[in-house]
């Protein structure tokens, strides 16, 4: 095999470590690729995808994809909002294919794609590194983790952007190219349409790199001149963003304890109910680990301890990063995938069979942790009874106006609340408007009318469906539908519709309303 004898930095050419010969050859890249299709199939396996936010941008979707569609009647209580950047670099991709496949389908291809990006981008890291690129058999089980089971799509569609951009920095430090700058200065300002956090991690980790590589300031500063229109964005949108709520102390930064940040770092795989979840991730640490420390010849890269100085540094961010701020939660997780990458790429294989044995285990651990997933997704569908919720939805009329209440979000498959946002799947299939609903912040492209405007209500009051004053909503909501609870919402809703979990109710106007129907 061949090694990068000569230094990441200096000296001659970065040469990668990778098997020789034929077939051989690509029997790395195969296995990856592999493993990549096994953590895709999931996506495809359920009729409800059981992340928390799906709902919303699946709804967000349908919204730009037929905006002018009379049938769905967006128009009459949405505006579209283009300079709103975050959530852009993901919705409309999905938009577009959305008029092609519809907006749940269009949402699955770009988690996949996202997919595949990871094990690329990570394989474009190890290299511009010297690393072994075999290592990118590691890189799918970062998608199935809390991020992605939050529902943060933008933010996980970020991730193998900002790493491909790291990988792009080192290969400026080392052989500068006008095409590669030019490639750099595009891939790290489109970076900014996809998540700022991604654009803050870029421009950290490259300024640690420049720094540490011992090449002349004209070097360090040609490499980190692409990145300069990234850094403008990012500053300009800090400047004017807009992430405070109406109560002030929810617009204050909170922290939760440090044991508890420290205990979340081992948290970041954990997305099920039990702890299969917990011993998958336990097995790949350890195999890693094992890959890791193994004895045997290995040829260090000079200056080699760069890329570890980064993930120390991003750890310490992690430390130290709020929970969460005005609209903005789980704002420390967002250090964790690149944590992870940057760790995975400080590693130097010994060169031995075994790291092989080692590296296959990781693969085959992750195609049978796939296959538990279908199991699980497959049984969320079960759990959310498809045919009644269906069912629920058609006895709504197209186009008006529905409030969510959920007293029943959590699932027995899944953590967090996938079922907190299941009312916007009224937008998806019938149009109008749902509430609770992302328009109602201050970052998204779709946002409320300012002619229409929906009856306030108090910060997070969607945790809080007891809450709900029905008659307050009178003016405002044809449709009311639950999950779970044991009354109805209130005068002047009736029940319109129920089936398994579901319950639909409608405003009743006399005898009859005019533009409500009975139900069956």
């Not at 979340?264 to 420390?293: C, K, P, Q, T, Y």
């Not at 080699?304 to 993930?311: Q, S």
Request: net charge positive; hydrophobic share 50%; proline share 7%.
């Amino acid at each position: 095999m061949r090694n990068a004898d000569r230094g990441e930095m200096g000296g001659g050419e970065v040469r990668t470590v990778v098997p020789v010969g034929g077939v051989r050859r690509l029997a790395w890249p195969a296995a990856v690729a592999l493993v990549a299709v096994a953590a895709a199939v999931p996506l495809w396996s359920s009729t409800f995808l059981p992340f928390q936010d799906a709902p919303q941008h699946v709804a967000a979707v349908r919204v730009l994809a037929d905006y002018g569609d009379g049938t769905f009647g967006f128009q009459r209580w949405f505006e579209v909002d283009l300079r709103r950047s975050q959530y852009l670099g993901f919705y409309l991709p999905a938009a577009a294919l959305a008029k092609l496949v519809g907006p749940q389908a269009a949402c699955r291809i770009v988690l996949t794609l996202i997919v595949f990006a990871l094990p690329a981008a990570c394989w474009l890291l190890l290299r511009s590194f010297g690393r072994d690129t075999r290592l990118s058999v590691f890189a799918p089980a970062a998608f199935h983790t809390v991020p992605l089971y939050m529902g943060f799509f933008n933010f996980v569609i970020s991730v193998p952007a900002a790493i491909a951009a790291v990988a792009l920095v080192e290969c400026e430090l080392r052989a500068p190219s006008r095409g590669r700058a030019v490639l750099l200065a595009v891939g790290a300002t489109a970076l900014f349409w996809l998540h700022p956090s991604a654009v803050a991690f870029l421009l950290g980790a490259a300024a640690v790199l420049a720094v540490t590589s011992a090449r002349p300031w004209r070097r360090m500063a040609r490499a980190m001149m692409p990145l300069l229109p990234a850094a403008v964005l990012l500053g300009g949108w800090a400047a004017v963003a807009h992430v405070a709520r109406p109560d002030a102390d929810g617009s204050r930064p909170f922290w939760q304890p440090f044991g508890d940040q420290l205990l979340d770092i081992g948290r970041f795989g954990n997305v099920l109910v039990g702890h299969s979840d917990e011993l998958f991730a336990l097995a790949m640490i350890s195999l890693w680990f094992a890959a890791a420390i193994l004895r045997g010849p290995r040829a260090l890269p000079e200056r080699w301890w760069r890329l570890p100085v980064v993930a120390a540094l991003i750890l310490a961010a992690y430390l130290v990063t709020p929970v969460g701020v005005g609209y903005a939660w789980y704002i420390h997780t967002r250090a964790l995938p690149f944590l992870a990458f940057i760790a995975l790429a400080s590693t130097v294989l010994a060169r031995r069979r075994l790291t092989a044995g080692l590296l296959a285990a990781a693969a085959a651990l992750q195609i049978g942790y796939a296959a538990r997933l279908v199991a699980v997704y497959r049984a969320f569908d079960a759990e959310a009874d498809r045919a009644s919720f269906q069912q629920v939805l058609r006895a709504a009329e197209p186009g008006r106006r529905l409030v969510s209440l959920m007293f029943e979000r959590r699932s027995r498959w899944f953590q967090f609340d996938p079922y907190m946002h299941f009312g916007m799947y009224y937008e998806v299939e019938r149009g109008g408007r749902a509430r609770y609903n992302f328009a109602e912040v201050p970052w998204t492209p779709i946002r409320f009318r300012s002619d229409a405007p929906p009856v306030s209500e108090p910060p997070d009051w969607f945790f809080r469906p007891e809450r709900f004053d029905s008659r307050r909503h009178a003016s405002d909501a044809d449709y009311v539908l639950t999950r779970g609870g044991t009354g109805d919402p209130g005068a002047p809703f009736v029940l319109l519709e129920r089936a398994g979990p579901w319950s639909l109710y409608a405003r009743w106007r006399g005898a009859r309303s005019p533009v409500i129907h009975a139900g069956r």
